[in-house]
């Protein structure tokens, strides 16, 4: 999501009033490693996989990108599903990269759900975990009969983000 103000930038009011508010401006952040922006998108419990199943809280996940550890050069997030119930939201996609960590290859495609919690209309993620995919991930079966992941035709639209080099 770029400020109208300023074309390029992310947008810097977090009032987010909806999950996919919070969804897309968080793929914009993690691909251009926007930790400003992420900052305040990541609850302060937050707590994240990380490279070599390990698991970190906001401020790893943060120095990850500004210590440039973790370099992005593109970054797609595909949405599967994603369900609200009162104030807990969760998202279920698959997290397409073409990453570096620590020198090596991190690039693939990984399942990924974001957790997120809203507070004083506020919502913010407090997890995400990844699965690394093989080469062809399968649909994703709902749990819940005629949702949107179950019925042909219908599953969201991508929403993929490059990173300017």
């Known amino acids: 999501m770029a400020d109208a103000g300023n074309p390029g930038r992310l947008r ?3 009032a987010m009033e909806t999950f ?12 251009r490693g926007a930790t400003d922006v992420l900052d305040r998108l ?6 994240g996989d990380g490279p070599g199943c390990s698991l970190l809280d906001k401020r790893s996940w943060l120095a990850r990108h500004s ?4 370099v992005v050069e593109r970054f ?5 599903e994603a369900r609200e119930h009162q104030h807990t939201a969760i998202g279920i996609g ?6 570096r960590y620590r020198g090596m290859d991190w690039s693939g495609d990984f399942l990924c759900t974001v957790v ?3 507070r004083q209309d506020r919502w913010t ?7 690394r995919q093989p080469e062809t991930v399968p649909a994703i079966p709902s749990a819940r009969a005629g949702s949107p992941a179950h019925r042909p035709g219908t599953r969201q639209p991508a929403r993929s983000v490059h990173r300017a080099r």
Do not use: K, P, R
């Open 42 to 47: 990541l609850d302060e419990d937050f707590l």
């Open 76 to 80: 797609d997030w595909q949405i599967l």
């Open 67 to 70: 210590d440039g550890v973790y």
């Open 20 to 31: 996919d508010e919070l969804l897309s401006l968080w793929c914009t952040a993690e691909a």
């Open 125 to 131: 993620i407090v997890n995400v975990q990844l699965h």
């Open 12 to 14: 810097t009011s977090m």
């Open 94 to 99: 698959v997290q397409s990269q073409v990453a």
């Open 116 to 118: 997120a919690i809203s």
